[in-house]
Nanobody, 121 residues
């Protein structure tokens, strides 16, 4: 059974920084893309950033230049360094991984349980 476990959320003042981590575990053969999404109250879940196993990254326009995604492929872990945080970054942040398990025939998407990030003004 595959699990994604996030950590690193919390409360921070505007202009501050937080670092989120997400570790995937279980019967994992290969991970393609790992990333972060977020959902603010009353809003739809939105993409924040993704990183492929080959090192390509993609960011939402709203976080470009402030957030940095990185991966440790050996540890099946993805990080999100968040700098210059703004109150509008307040949301529950979800880790996502597109992976294939041993013995499986296709890649599937898995999600973490979410971690709260709150930025005060």
């Amino acid at each position: 059974q595959v699990q994604l476990v996030e950590s690193g959320g919390g409360l921070v003042q505007a202009g501050g920084s937080l670092r989120l981590s997400c570790a995937a575990s279980g019967s994992i053969f290969s991970i393609n893309t790992m990333g972060w999404h977020r959902q603010a109250p009353g809003k739809q879940r939105e993409l924040v950033a993704t990183a492929t196993s080959g090192g390509s990254t993609n960011y939402a326009d709203s976080v470009k230049g402030r957030f940095t995604i990185s991966r440790d492929n050996a540890r099946n872990t993805v990080y999100l360094q968040m700098d210059s945080l703004k109150p509008e970054d307040t949301a529950v942040y979800y880790c996502n991984a597109r992976l294939i398990e041993f013995g499986a025939t296709r890649f599937l998407d898995y999600w973490g349980q979410g971690t709260q990030v709150t930025v005060s003004s």
